[in-house]
T-cell receptor, first 109, second 114 residues
């Protein structure tokens, strides 16, 4: 599985778009990028995943660079309930996911 | 809602006792995973099953830990002779056999060893 690098923390104002970056420069061609989030004391919540193309669902959008070395998770209209630790994971979907420390996103009222 | 469920949600036990946790995956998901999470850290992979077969075990899974999935549906994780270092959140996840293998997590079982 590829190693990922994320900023340890970020702030975002409520109602604004939250853009969370992730570097995964060693990702291989068939490895997916997964995003999860975890609210304190709960299990991780699946958000979105992608391989090459940008993806969008009801929760977020995932933008993957053409060289696949980095990606950005976009929460279009952040709310206070989006305050959580966000994990970017490259590869490992078929067997065990390797979680790093993630980004602690704090939504400010 | 037919998400992943785990039982119990909390368990307090004394050092040296055995404990068993249960995980019920999303129905028709053939892969089931166990993770452990300690305070301030991300989840760490322990083991996973495809149907009833245990396909991979992490080095974290010492010989005091055993997991089963006898009929390819629910799974149990047993810890024998618990130690204080086993105190953690134990998470279960399941995934379907579609090519993306997105894993869906349960709420976890919080174990405290006193």
């Amino acid at each position: 599985d590829a190693k990922t690098t994320q900023p340890p923390s970020m702030d975002c104002a409520e109602g604004r778009a939250a853009n969370l970056p992730c570097n995964h420069s060693t990702i291989s061609g068939n490895e997916y990028v997964y995003w999860y989030r975890q609210i304190h004391s709960q299990g991780p919540q699946y958000i979105i995943h992608g391989l090459k193309n940008n993806e969008t669902n009801e929760m977020a959008s995932l933008i993957i660079t053409e060289d696949r070395k980095s990606s950005t998770l976009i929460l279009p209209h952040a709310t206070l309930r989006d305050t959580a630790v966000y994990y970017c994971i490259a590869g490992g979907g078929a067997d065990g996911l390797t979680f790093g420390k993630g980004t602690h996103l704090i939504i400010q009222p | 809602d037919t998400g992943v469920s785990q039982d119990p949600r909390h368990k307090i036990t004394k050092r040296g006792q055995n404990v068993t946790f249960r995980c019920d995956p999303i129905s028709e998901h053939n892969r089931l995973y166990w993770y452990r999470q300690t305070l301030g850290q991300g989840p760490e992979f322990l083991t996973y099953f495809q149907n009833e077969a245990q396909l991979e075990k992490s080095r974290l899974l010492s010989d005091r830990f055993s997991a089963e999935r006898p009929k390819g549906s629910f799974s149990t994780l047993e810890i024998q002779r618990t130690e204080q270092g086993d105190s953690a959140m134990y998470l279960c996840a399941s995934s379907s056999k579609d090519y993306t293998y997105a894993q869906y997590f349960g709420p976890g079982t919080r174990l405290t060893v006193t």
